[in-house]
């Protein structure tokens, strides 16, 4: 069951600028891989956001042809 957790970040270039409408793809930790959930397109300032379960994830972006960027693992955690 999805609640209150979301993960959320901004996807920028080099010099920080946002690089917008680019697919987002949100990934679960399943044993030793990650496992593909969603996917979303970056807003028109780069931003995106997912409503998540209890888990380990990270979000991964890519620009075709060839470059794609991995942000860091976060963990949502359940309510105590």
Same mark, same amino acid.
């Given at each position: 069951?999805? $609640? $209150?957790?979301?993960?959320? /970040?901004?996807? !920028?270039?080099? @010099?920080?600028? *946002?690089?917008?409408?680019? +697919?987002?793809? @949100?990934?679960?930790?399943? /044993?030793?891989?990650?496992?593909? !959930?969603? &996917? ?8 995106? %956001?997912?409503?998540?379960? +209890? /888990? &380990?994830?990270?979000?991964? =972006?890519? @620009? *075709? *042809?060839?470059?794609?960027? &991995? %942000? =860091? &693992?976060?963990?949502?955690?359940? *309510?105590?």
């Amino acid at each position: 069951r999805r $609640g $209150g957790r979301v993960v959320a /970040g901004f996807v !920028l270039d080099f @010099l920080g600028h *946002p690089v917008v409408r680019v +697919p987002v793809t @949100l990934e679960r930790r399943a /044993g030793r891989g990650w496992r593909r !959930l969603a &996917t979303v397109r970056s807003s028109r300032i780069g931003g995106y %956001s997912f409503r998540v379960a +209890p /888990g &380990t994830y990270r979000a991964r =972006a890519t @620009l *075709p *042809p060839r470059f794609s960027a &991995t %942000s =860091a &693992t976060v963990r949502a955690r359940a *309510p105590r």
